[in-house]
Each structure stands twice: as C-alpha cells, then as structure tokens.
C-alpha cells in the first residue's frame, strides 16, 4: 500500500530540537515541525540549484556533490545519530556493487538490503512504544532500499543478461557500467528525495544530472509540426506551484478533517457495539478518507521538490503540454474516482508499485500476486496490521479481478448501463479499499480483530464465497511476464 510519509508521524525527538519552539507554538509534534522544514529549504535550494547549478554553468561532479552534501546533511538534521544506519547500509551495497559478480549482484544487493531494513523495523518494535510511529530513520531507509534493489537489478540488466532476454522496458532502463563512488551516493542520498522519496531510475537521475534529461524527452516530439523551429525549454514553476497548492490544501484537511476523524475513533464503544453496521461502513469509509490528506501533503511536496531542482519531466501530452509527473507518486483524481481495486491501487504510491512490479512481479517464476504483497508488507516493516493488510488485499484483488471477468461484458451494450456499472463499482471500490487498508494504519492486533469483528468480516466473506464459486476466467489482456525479443522471435517462428 504505502509507506507512512515523515510528516504524519511522531511522537519523539530523533534530530534537531532547535524548532522545538515552533513546535510547541503550533502544537504540533517537532518531528513534523523539522520534516517540513527541511522539505521547505530543499525546495528553495531545489530552485538555487536548478538556476545557478545547471549543467550549463558547471559540472557533473560539482552537481552530484552539492546534492548529495546537502542531503546527507538534511538527514542528520531530521534523525541525529539514527542516520548512522542509513550511511551504513549505502556503504555496504556500494561494497556489493564493485566486488560481486554481475550474475548474483541483483541478489546481494536484494537479500542485504531488505535484511538491514527488516532488522531495522523489528528494532523499533522492541527500542520504541509499539502502535506508535514515529518520523525516525526507517523512512528514508525504506527510499534507499528501493533504490539500491532497483539500481542492482538495472546492473544485472546491463552487465549480466543477454540484451534479447530483456524486455523493451529492461533494455531501457539497463545500466551498462557500473557508478561511481559519487554517483552511488548522489543517486541514493540527494536532497531532493532522500527524506520522503520518491524512488526512481539511475539513468533518468544521471540523465538529469547531466543535463540530458529534459533534451532526451524533446526529442520525442516532432517540433516542426507544431510550429517550432528549435526545442522549447521547459520550466517546471507552473507544476511546482500548482503541486504546492495542492500541498496546502492537503495540510488544511490534515489539520482539520484528520484531527476530527482520528483512527482511534473506530475503536470507540459507540463504534464497536452500539452503531448499527450501515453507519459502521459509512464511518469507516469518512475515517480511512480523513487518513489520506498527510499522504497527499508528503507526497505531492516530495515531488514539488524534485520538479523544483529541475528533475520529474516525462514529456509531452497529446495537446502539447509540458508533463512533469515523471516522479508523481499519486494522482488524486484517479484514487478518489477509482471504480476497480486495480485502479485504486495503481494510482497510489505509484513509484513503490513500480518498483515491486520491476524488482518482484515481473521477475519471480511462482505466485506472482502473494510473493508481491508479501514483499511490499516486509518492505513498510514489521507491525501485524500492515500483514492483515496485504493478506485481505491478495483476497479482494482475486476476487475483484474474477467479478470484473464475469460480469463487466454485460454491462458494455449501453451508455445508460455502463454509467450505473460505474456508479457501483465506485462504491463497491472505495468501502472495500476503506476496510482494507484499516489495519495499515490501526498498526496492532487487538484493534483489527475487535474491527473486523464489528464489521463481521464481510468483505473476507465475500471474496472467498466469489473466489469459491465464480469461474476464474483468464485475463486475456494483462500480461505478467513482459515480452523479450527471444519471446518475440520465438512467436514469430511458430
């Protein structure tokens, strides 16, 4: 589902405490109060260093120290001492990256960085109040596990894999020469991401790094056609302003909505035994929703940030406007409006569903669907909600991807008839993803069986009865294993 973002966390100090009066002025915890803070400067010295560092006026090195400086700094700054262990794991891959073999490098680097993680997550359990999260080096430990496993895999692309047994996306994104000691460490603790992410490719930062990134997306287009007689030069000010308003938006429904409708409220007596169940479902859906806007305020942020530094262009639409969602990790639009849990989930944390598909989905020989949620709940850590969680998600996936196999034909021979599917398929969407990813943010045992109970496990009843007794009919449109050119060739032959 998602990672929990730093800025809707915290009860204990882990950095610096010189905002500690701010703090307790605004009667927010200094966590958050020293996360946003830090978000804010990178995107002024985002700004600085798009305009005053730009490839133009100086070099490759001099943009990967200053990002990676300036990063290394705004971690100690957030987490003190715990920041240790994210200098540790770096240097540790780093050493996996130039000694191993580029047959096994990918697995190292998996099994090394996803152990460190896992002991990092069982520490907090043990070290820290358990149920009570806080914005402390597990955050950005995440972000560069995903970085390192995706940056490994793209190596054992480019070095160790035959370029026929690649898919067209793996040849793309292959690195063919292993990085520097500067750009393992630009790559994995720049500023602009190290705090809330988002995860991307090593040779999209490189391009960026370099200057090509924006050129290399231009040239996709034939500007002759439209009038152009040399490529245009995209700014990102109208994206960034337009995300930070959207970012003010969310911090306005976090201080208001979230604080109304805090998760606790569906432990209440009143919920749990005197609501009937219609109002259980209603106000559960409302409480799920009120969760939502502390991700929208980090992610959207994150993104500014990128964008600000120059960093997140992916293009140009269809009416020829300059996209800078290249980094987006969510589109808010397509999540509220989702009419399939597919949908739903594909437009949330959607660098983090990227990267499960290309390290896990599209690479494990066996239950693609179980191995990925398996890892995507070991990857957010250790507390049993997130495992009931992606347990009830592998269930409700089935047996949505079986109704919508079933029945969505039916619906297709009218506008009238498509609309009403719609209209359903909203509802049915939103209350099951609501009931679903309770425990993701419930975090403990206790809470869950006690909520679930009030709801009498539905929705756990429903998909098994669907999955038991609806054929499962193959999803003739969905390919899992991406097409390499031996496969291509192959089908030609036959």
Request: hydrophobic letters at 45%; proline letters at 4%; charged letters at 15%.
């Amino acid at each position: 589902m998602a990672a929990e973002p730093p800025s809707s966390l915290s009860y204990r100090t882990t950095g610096s405490t010189c905002l500690h009066p701010l703090s307790e002025l605004l009667g927010i915890p200094l966590d958050q109060v020293n996360f946003v803070a830090c978000q804010l400067f990178a995107l002024f010295a985002a700004f600085w260093f798009r305009i005053y560092l730009s490839p133009g006026k100086t070099s490759p090195d001099v943009r990967h120290a200053f990002v990676t400086v300036f990063g290394i700094y705004f971690v100690i700054f957030c987490f003190g001492w715990y920041s240790v262990h994210l200098f540790v794991l770096v240097l540790m891959c780093y050493g996996i990256m130039v000694t191993a073999n580029v047959s096994s490098i990918h697995r190292y680097s998996f099994f090394v960085a996803m152990a460190y993680l896992t002991l990092c997550h069982v520490s907090r359990i043990y070290i820290f109040h358990y149920g009570i999260l806080t914005t402390d080096f597990s955050g950005p430990l995440m972000i560069v596990t995903q970085k390192i496993t995706t940056l490994a895999f793209q190596v054992h692309d480019g070095l160790g894999r035959r370029a026929e047994d690649l898919s067209a996306e793996q040849h793309r994104l292959a690195v063919k020469v292993k990085p520097s000691f500067l750009e393992y460490l630009s790559y994995l603790l720049n500023f602009m991401s190290v705090i809330a992410g988002p995860c991307n490719n090593f040779k999209d930062y490189i391009a960026f790094i370099e200057g090509r990134h924006i050129h290399t997306k231009l040239l996709e287009v034939n500007w002759k056609q439209r009038g152009f007689h040399s490529l245009p030069e995209p700014s990102p000010t109208r994206a960034v302003i337009r995300k930070l308003c959207m970012t003010l938006v969310s911090l306005l429904l976090f201080l208001t909505l979230t604080k109304s409708f805090p998760i606790t409220c569906l432990t209440d007596d009143w919920f749990v035994h005197k609501a009937n169940f219609l109002t259980r479902l209603c106000y559960l859906y409302i409480v799920m929703q009120a969760s939502k806007p502390k991700y929208y305020f980090a992610w959207t942020l994150a993104d500014a940030v990128n964008n600000a530094a120059g960093f997140g262009f992916s293009g140009v639409d269809k009416d020829g406007t300059f996209c800078w969602d290249l980094l987006s990790n969510l589109n808010i639009w397509k999540i509220e409006t989702a009419t399939s849990f597919k949908m739903y989930l594909e437009n949330w944390n959607i660098q983090t569903a990227t990267w499960l598909k290309r390290v896990c989905y599209e690479r494990v020989p066996w239950y693609p669907t179980v191995l990925t949620f398996f890892l995507s709940a070991l990857w957010h850590g250790v507390y049993p909600g997130y495992y009931f969680t992606f347990l009830t998600g592998i269930l409700v996936t089935v047996a949505a991807r079986t109704v919508r196999n079933n029945f969505r034909h039916y619906f297709r021979s009218s506008k009238a008839l498509q609309v009403a599917y719609d209209v359903v398929t909203w509802a049915v969407t939103q209350l099951a993803v609501s009931y679903t990813v309770a425990p993701f943010v419930m975090l403990a045992v206790e809470p869950t069986i006690s909520l679930y109970k009030s709801m009498y496990f539905y929705l756990h009843i429903i998909s098994l009865l669907i999955i038991l007794f609806l054929p499962i009919k193959p999803h003739a449109h969905i390919q899992r294993q991406p097409q390499t050119l031996n496969s291509i060739n192959k089908k030609k032959k036959d």
